[in-house]
DNA sequence: TCTAGATGGCAT
DNA sequence: TGCCATCTAGAA
């Protein structure tokens, strides 16, 4: 007798595990396929995920046994379900979280139940109406489950070998569905009826729909700048009424085919050596424009060459069109796309393929790391310093080293691509654990590297500029505009937190321990460092030159728009940030008017320093390149450095040169400074300095554990004699913690944290120490419902 | 999360 | 005693 350890799909904490059960003699199984099993006391059908195959079983249980076996082939390879565990260990996760990622997407757990009836089977009297129905739900039997008469006479008429049922397990596809807005065909007459008063708003959106007929509700929204109610309103005075309306995504068109461009020497050096290293990883850092995408493309066509596969990921799909056509003409035909817009039916689809070996090239955003190859021998992260591909809420796993794990398992190569590599990437490359290509020249000939200029806040605040815009910038956005040149201003908002801020001498109050910007919490009236947990009181003025101007600081798009309007009421003004792009197509929209001239001016946060590249784009201002300083993050500094180096690079993409001004209260950071003289290796050097001196990543690795529950309670207490436990367990390694801290309540749920700070070498150690502590530790913490997650940042 | 089965109140 | 609404534990 076999034992088979089955995955099922759910994300209940508590039933979160794996599930045995009895391998019936004749099935053949193998790991990686799915099966039906019974499950729960109804026994109720369920798609689980063969995870192993065992021979024998220990524990007392009385076992249920597989019903069938729903596939021919495994859907998921060895290496993808090693790279779950491992996943799993290292991150310390719930199976779902890193088993779901690799299966295909749509929701494998939905079974349909399918009647096959015997061809020349004639009804009888009293059956025809169950016939009827059949044939209504096209012989999808779910309408049964809640009729007792004919559960009984589907029995009857399996017995009798009528009927026969076929499982059939669909993956869930959910259209997109939005909600639209309408006008009511007798609106006219109820207003007049009824002598109906309409408040301005409404009569606004009256007016914007006798033009428009039908219109998305969100559309509405923001063209008319109103809230929901006058909608909801005009609803129940039974003006207009809300309909559903299905959204069809268009997946990715083809493109002409790219032409080869030939390599200068250096991009023919870090080919050759990428192909020809030892190492599992390759870091190529090159200089925005120094042509990465060539060697990326090159690379690839050797792997294809020699019958291997590639992946290529980038930050977010949307926003790198450039690079996909560029692979897409080169490799014609046999590219997948995983677009963020594809719909689950296309994505379903699109995995089919990949799955089937029709395409050599897999692009997308970090999930497609796990993209089903068979023959994978390379896999490339473009922008590799990228935050979206690191451990975060909703990631719990690191996708470059994922990407790192999965060729090691499968003797490829790893290519991590970036103008500014995170800083730890670069450590590893020095230490000699990758190795490491540069790329110091531009591709392009004649292209000039723009001219930066960093403009001091302060000063302009002395010389009674209280205006947003630094006087250099106004001049220099009334050259452009005169000169019909276009102007990106860029507010770099990322991680946006209250930090407070002297307007006057640009001091920011930070925390004594830990070197970063302590967060403001306003209903309290006090400073909290997110790290330590530390407080202090908020000052009315600044303990560094007691100016009374110092508060919590914070600009956001909408306000530079009207302060553009303001003084360029001619230019024609285009804002870009979250709020801008979640429609379908946006981007694309957004990106064309620019590239047509339809657009002076552009205005938007990080998403602008992705990937755009637009020649008559001339100048690019950074409103306030402190903001990014002072997000509450040991990486401040590299985020502020990459940030302006990325958006520093829109401008002057080709011979006619550019400027970027820099505006800042600071003007003398490091980061800023170093960004602006496009020196990556001084500001590494300096950044480790100081990572060193705080023991920040690479000296040390940052384990954040979190505790949440809807009960306040026992949050603290739970987390303490965890805290403490963990401090117990720790053998022979050094182990820095900070108390527990509490976290803002979001949703009504409550939130403590520890961290602990560790060596590197020691990390596996120490998740064996709290995964250890959280087992002993689980049933205090199912008893108080408090759920708890472990980060590792 | 889902639901079989236990529990207990209440009408008959 | 039967019926239903509500609660609760367990999922292999």
Known sequence: MKYVNVYIQNNIAKIDRLYTYKLPENMELKPGMRVQVPFGKGDRNRVGLVISIEEEYKLEYD??????????????????????????????????QSFSPLLP??????????????????????????????????????????????????????????????????????????????????????????????????????????????????????????????????????????????????????????????LNMEQIKAFRGILNSKKTVSLLHGLTGSGKTEIYLKVSEEIIKEGGQVIVLVPEIGLTPQMIERFMGRFSGRVSVLHSKLSSGERYDQWQKTKNGEVDIVIGARSAVFAPLNRLKLIIVDEEHDSSYRFHNALRYDTVEVAEKRMELL?????????????????????????????????????RLPDIKIVDMKKELIKGNTSIFSELLRKHM?????????????????GFSNFVSCRSCGHVIKCDNCDISMTYHKNTNILRCHYCGST???????????????????????????????????????????????????????????????VDILIGTQMLAKGLDFENVTLVGVIAADLSLYISDYRANETTFELLTQVSGRAGRSQKGGDVVIQSYNPDNYSIVYASNTDYENFYKRELKIREQYNYPPFSKLINVNFSSEDERYIDEVASDVLLDIVKSVG?????????????????????????????DYIKELTESIKGVLIKNKDKIEKYNIYVDVEFI
């Open 63 to 96: 076992l249920k046994e597989i019903i069938k076996v729903l596939d021919y082939e495994p859907i998921l390879s060895e290496d993808l379900l090693e790279l779950g565990f491992w996943m799993k260990e290292k991150y310390l996760t719930k199976y779902n």
């Open 105 to 262: 997407p749509g929701d494998i757990k939905v079974i349909q139940k399918i009647a096959v009836i015997k061809e020349e089977y004639v009804p009888k009297e009293d059956e025809v109406a169950f016939f009827k129905e059949l044939e209504k739900n096209k012989y999808n039997l779910s309408f049964v489950d809640d009729n007792l008469q004919y559960g009984k006479l589907v029995r009857d008429l399996i017995n009798s070998s009528v009927l026969s049922i076929e499982y059939k397990v669909e993956t869930q596809i959910s259209a997109k569905i939005l909600k639209a807005v309408k006008l009511k065909e007798d609106y006219l007459s109820r207003i007049s009826k009824g002598n109906l008063k309409l408040t301005e708003k409404q009569l606004k959106v009256v007016e914007f729909l006798q033009d428009k007929g039908e219109v998305l509700r969100s559309e509405l929204l923001k063209e008319l700048e109103i809230s929901d109610s006058p909608i909801k309103s005009l609803e129940t005075k039974g003006i207009l009424e809300i309909l559903d309306r299905e959204i069809i995504r268009e997946p990715y068109e083809e493109v002409a085919a790219t032409k080869l461009n030939t």
């Open 411 to 447: 003797e490829g190569k790893l290519l991590l691509g970036s103008a500014t590599p995170d800083i730890i990437t670069y450590y590893k490359a020095e230490k000699g654990l990758y190795d490491l290509f540069e790329l110091k020249q531009r591709a392009v000939v004649g292209a």
């Open 478 to 494: 009334a050259e452009k505009l005169e000169k019909k040149e276009q102007i990106i201003l860029f507010l770099n908002r990322r």
């Open 536 to 598: 202090k009181k908020m000052v009315s003025r600044c303990p560094e030159c007691g100016s009374k101007f110092i508060k919590q600081f914070g600009v956001g798009t909408q306000q530079v728009e009207e302060e553009v309007k303001r003084i360029f009421p001619r230019a024609k003004v285009l804002r870009m940030d979250r709020d801008t792009t979640v429609q379908k197509n946006s981007y694309d929209e957004i990106y064309n008017k620019v590239k047509n001239r339809e």
């Open 732 to 760: 022979g390694y050094k182990l820095e913690y900070t108390r527990i801290i509490r976290m803002l309540r979001i949703k009504n749920i409550f939130k403590s944290k520890f961290t602990l700070k560790v060596d590197p």
